[in-house]
């Protein structure tokens, strides 16, 4: 999205190519008076906090940190500036990040040389999302002298490769600097059932410990990439790999479900359908999933008929039952038993801090009174794991085949309340809008 010229909140200059950290002063000044044209014609002399780009070069680092740019240019930033080192540009960008993320700031000007476009759409591509509204305003930073141009070409352009082929190698930049991230509130927690049988299922609970995402509400093991949050692509990639290698799946074969809220359910080796909230399979050397921040996260498995299943349940999918759903779909694909069937109920909301409208509410009631709490509140609280339970046990699965916060041994309980536990998970309930989500996932072994 274009931003209107002067709005923006932080500019960044890119003087990450490689012959600006080396060249003559010719080539700094002549890409700086490019740069100073364009921050003029966007804000004149009120220029907002600038952040300088530049690679570090580890063998030939200057002692002056301001070499690359001339003092007498920087007089011009009333507001602010800050050069930001890196032999890596995903760890420039995603410092910067972190900064504007912490200002709650999102309209960025960039001012580069247009042989380094390519470059940037993939670094933001990967590391930010459609939060932040991006103006890039390039600049032809080649000379006349011949020597000075060779130093402005890109690698890539000198090598011939095509456009995605180059992505791929940016890609792999910021992967790598991702994976050398360190984990963030400690290590990663998965949390397991112990009625799901090991030997046949491979299975889990995330919670939010062990990954990389900074953002307070979204940290650490956030495992959701929205366009409506702060969490880009490339972290929350890099929070699935980390999950993926501690619960011992490959995140390349990870099938989560397409959440609508309602009861659909995909039957895996048949047509996708394009929205569902339950999915099931027989597949082996396939990780299924669905995730969690307040809604329920439910496995499903059959160590019987060898079939496994998971499920997101909201509260409007508890009501259009996709629960049973899902038991059914495994019943009618794979010949399950009903009474072979177990089901897991993983961290959610719980009754403590869930509520609804009172016409909402009466759905829950109307299945059983016990299920709405200070029924005559306005707003009165609702228990939508007790709801899915009794669903279940209506549908013929047996009340010892399912685990759900109300089993007697509660060092074993995994359907924890997400919203009074924010050291152990994200919760859209206590958290607001830009929160972050846990998942459940299984495979057959």
Same mark, same amino acid.
Request: aromatic fraction near 8%.
């Given at each position: 999205m274009?931003?209107? =010229?002067?709005?923006?909140?932080?500019?960044?200059?890119?003087?990450?190519?490689?012959?600006?950290? #080396? %060249?003559?002063?010719?080539?700094?000044?002549?890409?700086?008076?490019?740069?100073?044209?364009? @921050?003029?014609? !966007?804000?004149?002399?009120?220029i907002p906090f600038t952040y300088f780009m530049c690679y570090q070069d580890p063998i030939c680092e200057e002692k002056n940190p301001h070499s690359a740019l001339p003092e007498m240019d920087l007089d011009r930033l009333k507001n602010g500036y800050k050069i930001v080192k890196d032999t890596n540009m995903a760890a420039i960008l995603y410092t910067i990040k972190q900064e504007i993320d912490e200002l709650d700031k999102s309209s960025v000007l960039i001012i580069?040389?247009?042989? #380094?476009?390519? !470059?940037?759409?993939?670094?933001?591509?990967?590391?930010?999302?459609?939060?932040y509204k991006f103006t890039l305003e390039c600049f032809n930073g080649h000379h006349d002298d011949e020597n000075i141009i060779q130093l402005c070409v890109t690698e890539a352009e000198k090598s011939g490769l095509a456009d995605e082929d180059f992505k791929q190698i940016v890609k792999k930049y910021i992967i790598s600097y991702l994976q050398s991230l360190p984990s963030l509130k400690g290590k990663l927690i998965i949390l397991k059932s112990q009625i799901i049988p090991e030997d046949s299922f491979l299975h889990g609970f995330s919670t939010r410990s062990g990954g990389i995402s900074s953002i *307070?509400?979204?940290?650490?093991?956030?495992?959701?990439?929205? %366009?409506?949050? #702060?969490?880009?692509?490339?972290?929350?990639?890099?929070? /699935?790999? #980390?999950?993926?290698?501690?619960?011992?799946?490959?995140?390349? @074969?990870?099938? +989560?479900?397409?959440?609508? !809220?309602?009861?659909?359910?995909?039957?895996?080796?048949?047509?996708?359908? *394009?929205?569902?909230?339950?999915? $099931?399979?027989?597949?082996?050397?396939?990780?299924? =999933?669905? *995730?969690? =921040?307040?809604?329920? +996260?439910?496995? /499903?498995?059959?160590?019987?008929?060898?079939?496994?299943?998971? =499920? !997101? %349940?909201?509260?409007?999918?508890?009501?259009?039952?996709?629960?049973?759903?899902?038991?059914?779909?495994?019943?009618?694909?794979?010949?399950?038993?009903?009474?072979?069937?177990?089901? $897991?109920?993983? +961290?959610? $909301?719980?009754?403590?801090?869930?509520?609804?409208t009172q016409e909402n509410a009466k759905a829950f009631y109307d299945i059983d009174p016990q299920c709405v709490i200070h029924v005559e509140s306005s707003k009165p609280n609702v228990d939508i794991r007790r709801a899915t339970r009794i669903l279940l046990e209506r549908g013929g699965v047996l009340p010892q085949n399912i685990q759900d916060d109300t089993m007697v041994d509660k060092s074993q309980n995994v359907t924890l309340c997400t919203s009074c536990h924010p050291d152990k998970f994200f919760s859209h309930v206590r958290d607001g809008n830009n929160f972050g989500t846990q998942i459940c996932f299984i495979s057959l072994k």
């Open positions: 274009v931003e209107e =010229a002067g709005k923006e909140e932080i500019v960044l200059i890119d003087l990450f190519d490689y012959g600006y950290h #080396r %060249s003559k002063h010719l080539i700094r000044d002549n890409a700086l008076q490019h740069v100073w044209s364009i @921050t003029q014609k !966007h804000y004149g002399t009120n580069l040389p247009q042989q #380094r476009k390519l !470059h940037m759409d993939v670094y933001i591509e990967q590391l930010f999302t459609a939060v *307070p509400t979204l940290s650490s093991l956030n495992l959701f990439s929205s %366009s409506k949050r #702060r969490d880009p692509k490339g972290v929350v990639a890099e929070n /699935f790999r #980390r999950l993926g290698k501690a619960a011992g799946f490959d995140p390349e @074969t990870y099938v +989560p479900v397409k959440v609508a !809220h309602s009861q659909n359910v995909w039957i895996m080796g048949r047509p996708e359908p *394009p929205v569902y909230d339950g999915i $099931v399979t027989n597949q082996k050397a396939v990780t299924i =999933a669905a *995730p969690g =921040a307040d809604c329920i +996260p439910i496995l /499903f498995c059959d160590p019987v008929k060898k079939a496994c299943g998971a =499920a !997101h %349940s909201g509260w409007k999918g508890t009501l259009l039952g996709v629960s049973m759903a899902t038991v059914n779909a495994m019943i009618s694909e794979y010949g399950s038993n009903v009474e072979d069937i177990i089901v $897991v109920l993983g +961290p959610s $909301v719980g009754p403590c801090c869930f509520t609804l």
